[in-house]
């Protein structure tokens, strides 16, 4: 089993979800006693969240890569980064290692075309739904995205960093996610991304009439995919 260098902690709650994901995951197909090999770096979320309101994204990718080379220093062979936003600086993570970065939007990209979707709405944070980084990412893929607009733009946002990276999870705003995604199936959403692992704290399968694509889930399905190829 090749071991999974977790780049974690933005938030913690995410990294969390991961690290269970990805050890019932190998459980589930291996037995017995079977666990995931990790190795994991965990950041401050704090210094991220401020570099990210600042737009200084070239510190954040800094900070990023040294921890993504000490993660193959510690023998990990390939790196698994825990959040949909901070994907805006994966070309600087892949770039400073020379192990494989499995991207998330790709993993994702590939699960809604397998799904037979073609048109997907997108949430997560204001960056990744405003920035042309991850949207543009699936478009490679020939898929067509849509995000939220005006009000509910801010609600989808405010929700992940009021709310879901501090633990905090209220009927309300799932009510409240459940109405954007209406809002994006009627203007021609075939399904939904959560871009955002927070969300799947939030709303799942059940909660909307289309297809839902986990990405944390997905992410973590692909590193033991690698793990274990």
Same mark, same amino acid.
């Not at 805006?88 to 998330?104: N, Q």
């Given at each position: 089993?090749?071991?999974?260098?977790?780049?974690?902690?933005?938030?913690?709650?995410?990294?969390?979800?991961?690290?269970?994901?990805?050890?019932?995951?190998?459980?589930?197909?291996?037995?017995?006693?079977?666990?995931?090999?990790?190795?994991?770096?965990?950041?401050?979320?704090?210094?991220?969240?401020?570099?990210?309101?600042?737009?200084?994204?070239?510190?954040?990718?800094?900070?990023? $890569?040294?921890? $993504?080379?000490?993660?193959?220093?510690?023998?990990?062979?390939?790196?698994?980064?825990?959040?949909?936003?901070?994907?805006?600086?994966?070309?600087?993570?892949?770039? $400073?290692?020379?192990?494989?970065?499995?991207?998330?939007?790709?993993?994702?990209?590939?699960?809604?075309?397998?799904?037979?979707? $073609?048109?997907?709405?997108?949430?997560?944070?204001?960056?990744?739904?405003?920035?042309?980084?991850?949207?543009?990412?699936?478009?490679?893929?020939?898929?067509?995205?849509?995000?939220?607009?005006?009000?509910?733009?801010?609600?989808?946002?405010?929700?992940?960093?009021?709310?879901?990276?501090?633990?905090?999870?209220?009927?309300?705003?799932?009510?409240?996610?459940?109405?954007?995604?209406?809002?994006?199936?009627?203007?021609?959403?075939?399904?939904?991304?959560?871009?955002?692992?927070?969300?799947?704290?939030?709303?799942?399968?059940?909660?909307?009439?289309?297809?839902?694509?986990?990405?944390?889930?997905?992410?973590?399905?692909?590193?033991?995919?690698?793990?274990?190829?």
């Amino acid at each position: 089993m090749r071991k999974i260098g977790l780049l974690g902690g933005m938030s913690w709650e995410s990294t969390a979800l991961y690290y269970r994901l990805l050890n019932e995951d190998v459980r589930d197909r291996l037995g017995g006693f079977h666990s995931a090999r990790i190795v994991m770096a965990s950041v401050d979320f704090a210094d991220i969240e401020a570099m990210q309101v600042a737009g200084d994204w070239d510190a954040a990718g800094a900070l990023l $890569a040294e921890e $993504a080379r000490a993660l193959e220093a510690a023998g990990a062979e390939c790196v698994v980064l825990c959040t949909n936003t901070m994907h805006r600086v994966a070309d600087a993570i892949e770039a $400073a290692v020379g192990i494989p970065l499995i991207h998330l939007a790709d993993v994702t990209a590939d699960a809604v075309r397998g799904a037979g979707v $073609a048109t997907v709405a997108l949430l997560g944070t204001r960056f990744t739904m405003e920035q042309p980084f991850y949207a543009d990412r699936l478009r490679s893929h020939g898929l067509d995205v849509l995000v939220p607009e005006g009000d509910d733009l801010a609600l989808v946002h405010d929700v992940i960093y009021d709310e879901l990276v501090l633990g905090v999870v209220r009927e309300e705003s799932r009510a409240a996610y459940v109405d954007v995604v209406r809002r994006l199936v009627e203007r021609g959403a075939g399904g939904v991304v959560l871009g955002c692992t927070e969300i799947e704290l939030l709303i799942g399968p059940g909660d909307v009439e289309v297809p839902v694509f986990a990405t944390t889930a997905l992410h973590a399905r692909a590193a033991v995919d690698f793990a274990l190829s």
